[in-house]
Nanobody
Framework: QLQLVESGGGLVQPGGSLRLSCAAS????????IGWFRQAPGKEREGVSC????????NYTDSVKGRFTISRDNAKNTVYLQMNSLKPEDTAVYYC????????????????????WGQGTQVTVSS
């Protein structure tokens, strides 16, 4: 059974950092691009970042460029999201999921059809 477990969230001051982890099982992890998504209160879920199956290409939404870094360790079936210079606007529940790969071999922040959402991990940025 496909399972992704997010961890690493918490409460942090503006300007602080957090490192999120996404541990996967139940599928061939290194065949798939993986994305991070977030959902803030009262807002739709949005794509934050994604990384290709090999880790060779990444993508970020404009609001996090230069602050967040996605990476993966296929030997550990884990994807990470290093979040620096956090802002209150980053407050959300963060989720990970397999995402699509384009014909140009780039990741796309569209969940794969077989993906299901886990419980996510809460990130709160507040003074």
């Amino acid at each position: 059974q496909l399972q992704l477990v997010e961890s690493g969230g918490g409460l942090v001051q503006p300007g602080g950092s957090l490192r999120l982890s996404c541990a996967a099982s139940g599928f061939t992890f290194d065949y798939y691009a993986i994305g991070w998504f977030r959902q803030a209160p009262g807002k739709e879920r949005e794509g934050v970042s994604c990384i290709t199956s090999s880790g060779g290409s990444t993508n970020y939404t404009d609001s996090v460029k230069g602050r967040f870094t996605i990476s993966r360790d296929n030997a550990k079936n884990t994807v990470y999201l290093q979040m620096n210079s956090l802002k209150p606007e980053d407050t959300a529940v963060y989720y990970c999921a397999p995402v699509l790969t384009t014909v140009q071999s780039m990741c796309d922040m569209t969940p794969h059809p077989f993906a299901s959402w886990g419980q996510g991990t809460q990130v709160t940025v507040s003074s």
